[in-house]
Nanobody, 118 residues
Framework: QVQLVESGGGLVQAGGSLRLSCAAS????????MTWYRQAPGKERELVAT???????NYADSVKDRFTISRDNAKNTLYLQMKSLKPEDTAVYYC????????????WGQGTQVTVSS
């Protein structure tokens, strides 16, 4: 089992910055890729950015050049640095971890709210 706890959300004005964190605990040795998702009111959950255990990254087009995903494997923590925030970035942001053992399992955090005011 892996537990994920997000933090760092809040209210920010358009153009501002926030850094989200996701602390992993439990059987973290099995974690491979980690991903940030977000879900805005009335919309489906969407992928924001993902990072593999080797450090390769991928971003949604809507956040490229504004968001940076990173991970500190020694601290078992995932980060999302967000800059030049826009009102359309308002959503609940979720951390996801893929755990690979003899099978593959998905784990999710509880989410952290990001609100960007215009």
């Amino acid at each position: 089992q892996v537990q994920l706890v997000e933090s760092g959300g809040g209210l920010v004005q358009a153009g501002g910055s926030l850094r989200l964190s996701c602390a992993a605990s439990g059987r973290t040795i099995c974690i491979s890729a980690m991903t940030w998702y977000r879900q805005a009111p009335g919309k489906e959950r969407e992928l924001v950015a993902t990072i593999t255990s080797a450090g390769s990254t991928n971003y949604a087009d809507s956040v490229k050049d504004r968001f940076t995903i990173s991970r500190d494997n020694a601290k078992n923590t995932l980060y999302l640095q967000m800059k030049s925030l826009k009102p359309e970035d308002t959503a609940v942001y979720y951390c996801n971890a893929v755990c690979k053992t003899w099978s593959v399992a998905d784990y999710w955090g509880q989410g952290t709210q990001v609100t960007v005011s215009s």
